[in-house]
């Protein structure tokens, strides 16, 4: 659906310190959903959190919690992230051998199944998965830390996903994550991006209010 139109903090760039303030702050500037990294130190070379803080970052919101994982086997974990209240759940195509089955278990165990794409990965690895999930992430850096340049070589696979998702999900959110920002956000909704993902770009502007209004 072209009019979907929705902004996701990435609270990895936020003051860890002042969780529940941060999350309030968010919402409260019309923040739609929250965008959650979690790094195993493996398949990424950065460390994040766990359930635990997950637990906690829901008791603190309203908004449903996009959750990224940059984990090896995701499936290891999948069950104990939609306990502790992901609403959404999204797995890289390379993190297990078994993609299937891993989005299989998302959506059975009741929440929202997505993948996503490195740079690096083609779209010939993922293509058998859209049918799958309800949300595709395209990764516009190299996974693992916020704060890094948008590679606008990346929307020629948004392109690609939106093709797909006019042919066969009209449904599908098509997200991307890493380096959006009011300048390069527009790129990426031409592209049919229709979830922008934000780090620096909100909790680093002084004025979350007008971030999140700026990348509407
Ligand atoms: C990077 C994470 C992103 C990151 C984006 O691996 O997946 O969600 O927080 O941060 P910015 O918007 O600052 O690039
Ligand atoms: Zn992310």
């Not at 290891?76 to 297990?96: C, L, M």
Request: glycine content about 8%; aromatic content about 6%.
């Amino acid at each position: 659906v072209s009019d979907i139109n929705l902004v996701a903090p990435s609270l990895l760039s936020c003051d860890f310190a002042h969780l529940a303030e941060e999350i309030k702050a968010v919402e409260d500037a019309g923040a739609d959903w929250l965008h959650v990294d979690i790094m195993d130190g493996h398949f990424v070379d950065n460390l994040t959190i766990g359930p635990p803080v997950v637990a906690s970052i829901k008791k603190a919101s309203k908004i449903p919690l996009d959750v990224h994982l940059m984990i090896e086997n995701p499936e290891k974990y999948i069950a104990e992230f939609v306990k502790v209240g992901s609403d959404r759940v999204t797995i890289h195509v390379e993190s297990t051998k078994d993609v299937r089955g891993a989005l299989k278990k998302i959506r059975e165990l009741g929440a929202k199944p997505g993948i996503t794409l490195r740079p690096k990965t083609s779209l010939d690895e993922v293509q058998e998965f859209f049918s799958l999930v309800d949300l595709v992430l395209i990764m516009t850096v190299n996974p693992g830390f916020g704060g890094q340049s948008f590679m606008p070589e990346q929307m020629e696979k948004v392109r690609h996903v939106k093709a797909w998702s006019q042919k066969n999900n009209s449904k599908l959110f098509i997200e991307v994550d890493g380096g959006v920002n009011s300048k390069t956000v527009g790129v990426c909704r031409e592209a049919g991006a229709n979830v922008f993902v934000a780090g620096n770009a909100i909790f680093k502007s002084g004025n979350y209010q007008q971030a999140i209004k700026s990348l509407k």
